[in-house]
């Protein structure tokens, strides 16, 4: 399992690597937009930030302006590039041809019979936005585990996004995602329960420890 980082702000993913157990950042064309700076230095920026692969999506909508765009990622970011190419007909055929250059993941799956196919077509990550598909669908926890049952014991692994709670982030990993990815302060409420500050506070006032 591993927690990204879901930003493009590169102030987020200094905070991210100090924390130390965030792996990965994920990024879209959104998260990109908020950044000051092209989208190039950017990603140069945050792949200097990052010990494990850097996430970044497509945005043309066609076959060759796809494999084109991806291509142009890898020269910028170079061996930590995960492509997210949209779980789409077309975007299937961009990873059945990129994915044996260029790790690809598909973003936006929102059934099992998708994730299926991003399997065949060689994608390492299926990519579900599970908040979203409660709203849309009716249950995106539900999502998740028909993905797991149907990706069992391939090589292509999920990765849960749209999460906006810690519940909901442990009911994903709970229904079989093997990763999330997480706006800055997600993962900062994934680590904070008012319980363990107050337990660590009567320590502190009624024990005693180590002089320093």
């Not at 779980?87 to 260029?102: D, K, N, R, Y």
């Not at 810690?166 to 993962?187: D, F, I, R």
């Amino acid at each position: 399992m591993a927690l990204y980082l879901d930003s493009a702000i590169a102030s987020e993913a200094e905070i991210a690597k100090r924390m130390g157990w965030v792996k990965e950042i994920t990024t879209n064309p959104t998260l990109l937009a908020q950044s000051s700076a092209p989208p190039e230095i950017t990603l140069k920026k945050l792949a200097a930030l990052t010990n494990g692969p850097l996430y970044y999506q497509v945005t043309a909508s066609d076959f060759d302006g796809m494999v084109q765009e991806g291509k142009k990622a890898f020269e910028i970011i170079g061996e930590k590039t995960i492509l997210k190419i949209p779980a789409t007909p077309v975007g299937f055929e961009v990873v059945a041809c990129l994915s044996s250059q260029i790790t690809c993941s598909v973003t936006a799956i929102y059934s099992p019979s998708q994730a299926a196919v991003a399997k065949e077509a060689g994608a390492k990550i299926a990519i579900a936005y599970v908040n979203r598909a409660t709203r849309l669908l009716g249950d995106g926890i539900a999502l998740v585990r028909d993905m797991a049952s149907v990706l069992a014991g391939s090589e292509t692994e999920i990765l849960a996004a749209s999460i906006k709670s810690p519940q909901e982030a442990a009911a994903s990993l709970q229904a079989g995602a093997h990763h999330l990815t997480l706006p800055l302060t997600m993962l900062q409420a994934l680590a904070t329960h008012e319980l363990s500050q107050k337990t660590i506070e009567e320590f502190a006032k009624n024990g005693i420890g180590l002089k320093i």
